[in-house]
């Protein structure tokens, strides 16, 4: 199917000069999401998922229905102060200083086998800083998942030790 059909490029977005790759067209669609859905699942294939961890703020689009479909856990990655209980963090480079994602300490247990999920790989650095925060609690990265990847911003290459797939390229 052409799921880049369903991607709305919007324009100066957030700030001038960026392109915006809009996935609510593919959400609003049930059909669509259901098929986009199955083919994230496709990339999985048969590998045993424990935790399937989704990214603030549109990784938890796709990572609870992965999570159900794996009869995993789902756990959510949220940038500093949202989550409410005991947490652990890690620091990631914006193109203008930093920013802090945290993930609850209990959230995965050592050597469960975990599905990272985001909607768009860009640079890399926010799914860098996922994998670390997963590595740090003992999980076993099974494999990162995207919706889209851009590969002109050469995000993969922060992530090439670990078996990396996505469902669009830009």
Do not use: W
Not at 46 to 75: C, T, W
Not at 88 to 107: F, K, N, P, Q
């Amino acid at each position: 199917m052409d799921f880049k059909s369903y991607i709305r490029d919007v324009k100066d977005f957030p700030k001038e000069g960026i392109i915006f790759k809009d996935i609510t067209p593919l959400l609003k669609d049930k059909g669509t999401l259901q098929r986009a859905t199955q083919a994230l699942l496709h990339l999985v294939g048969n590998q045993q998922i424990d935790k399937v961890v989704g990214m603030e703020s549109r990784g938890f689009f796709f990572a609870p229905l992965l999570a159900s479909h794996l009869e995993a856990g789902f756990v959510p990655v949220r940038k500093s102060g949202k989550l409410p209980y005991q947490t652990m963090s890690e620091t990631y480079a914006l193109e203008y200083g930093e920013d802090r994602l945290e993930i609850h300490v209990d959230a995965i247990a050592e050597g469960e086998r975990v599905l990272i999920h985001d909607d768009v790989l860009a640079t890399g650095g926010t799914a860098e800083a996922v994998c670390k925060l997963v590595e740090r609690l003992g999980g076993q990265i099974v494999q990162c998942n995207f919706l889209i990847e851009l590969d002109f911003l050469n995000g993969a290459e922060k992530l090439k030790k670990y078996n990396l797939h996505s469902l669009m390229h830009y």
